[in-house]
């Protein structure tokens, strides 16, 4: 059986966890991987559709997520699960609970996400229209040590796919 990790993509709203998750997922499915992909937007519409976005629903969100991750991933998955996830300690919990984890931090200012925005979400959120939206006005914890960081503001798309593929395969997951 193939080896199953978590890949746990964590950044600011619009850093481009998403779009670098799925080229990833579209590159290691035509290799013949089985892959999941695991999406805050997605899960949120259905298996957390109860939870809001204050510290304790943020927490449950990732809880549950944790666990759908922790059983793909003991089954020999590629996980690639985007979360914001924006607290230390609730991410050290998904590694400890997981194992086989791989935390990539999609690093990139906030003006750029900003000017990015294409949800609109910090427009609402800079014009108070929505309360704690995390990179204004609630906190982004970056990942002392991650396996990994992408710097999405000075690579392309390209660039950071290729990094992530290349980590997978150092830590003996491709
Ligand atoms: N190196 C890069 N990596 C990822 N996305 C990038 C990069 N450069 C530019 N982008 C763009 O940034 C946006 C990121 O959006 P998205 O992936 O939905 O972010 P997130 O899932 O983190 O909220 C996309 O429009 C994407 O094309
Ligand atoms: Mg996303």
């Known amino acids: 059986m193939s ?14 966890k998403t ?3 799925d080229m990833v997922a579209e590159i290691l499915r035509e290799q013949g991987e089985k892959v999941e ?6 899960v949120r519409k259905s298996l957390t559709r109860d939870l809001g976005f204050s510290k304790e629903d943020r927490d449950e969100n990732i809880s549950r997520v944790t666990f759908v991750a922790k059983l793909l991933t003991r089954n020999g998955v590629k996980v690639l699960a985007t979360f914001v996830s924006p607290y230390i300690e609730r991410r050290q919990r998904s590694r400890d609970e997981i194992g086989e ?14 000017k990015r925005d294409i949800k609109g979400m910090y427009k609402k959120a800079l014009a108070g ?24 503001d000075k690579e392309t798309v390209d660039e950071s796919v290729q990094k992530v593929l290349e980590a997978m395969k ?4 491709l």
């Not at 990790?5 to 619009?14: D, H, I, K, M, Q």
């Not at 992909?37 to 997605?42: F, N, P, S, T």
């Not at 150092?170 to 997951?173: A, E, L, R």
Request: charged share 25%; proline share 8%; aromatic share 10%.
């Open 3 to 16: 080896k199953g990790v978590t890949v746990w993509f964590t950044g600011l709203p619009c850093s481009g």
């Open 19 to 21: 779009t670098i998750a």
């Open 37 to 42: 992909r695991l999406d805050g937007d997605i």
């Open 101 to 114: 984890f791989m935390e990539v931090y999609v690093r990139c200012s906030v003006e750029v996400c900003i």
């Open 129 to 152: 229209e929505i309360k704690g939206f995390t990179g204004v006005d609630d906190p982004y914890e970056e990942p002392p040590s991650p396996e990994l960081i992408v710097d999405s």
């Open 170 to 173: 150092k830590h003996g997951y």
